[in-house]
Nanobody, 126 residues
Framework: QLQLVESGGGLVQPGGSLRLSCAAS????????IGWFRQAPGKEREGISC????????YYADSVKGRFAISRDNAKNTVYLQINGLQPEDTAVYYC???????????????????WGRGTQVTVSS
């Protein structure tokens, strides 16, 4: 139904930065609350940041506060996640997903989201 495409991952050294992109296909991204999540092999999917529909509110997991920043560029129908001060424990596949349109506020609970894409790999290693 709803398709989001993640990009911008890669291999970086500890302390490095990346900007991940979440681009919408076939719908207006600003109409939906958007969450960013990550999952390392053998671990649970973790909510790390989200932004409400319309962009009025954003939230961050304690593990990334002060290092990650979520933003919207409605002209490009894209949500970004700027990730700074990367550490090896940040290594994971990063996903974005829309919440059901009925709920304008976002949540970091992965169970509240649908239409998962393939994600983008972030690897932090020296």
């Amino acid at each position: 139904q709803l398709q989001l495409v993640e990009s911008g991952g890669g291999l970086v050294q500890p302390g490095g930065s990346l900007r991940l992109s979440c681009a919408a296909s076939g719908f207006t991204l600003d109409d939906y609350a958007i969450g960013w999540f990550r999952q390392a092999p053998g671990k649970e999917r973790e909510g790390i940041s989200c932004v409400s529909a319309g962009g009025d509110s954003s939230y961050y997991a304690d593990s990334v506060k002060g290092r990650f920043a979520i933003s919207r560029d409605n002209a490009k129908n894209t949500v970004y996640l700027q990730i700074n001060g990367l550490q090896p424990e940040d290594t994971a596949v990063y996903y974005c997903a829309p919440r059901r349109r009925l709920y304008r506020l976002c949540t970091l609970n992965p169970s509240s989201y649908r239409s998962w894409g393939r994600g983008t790999q972030v690897t932090v290693s020296s």
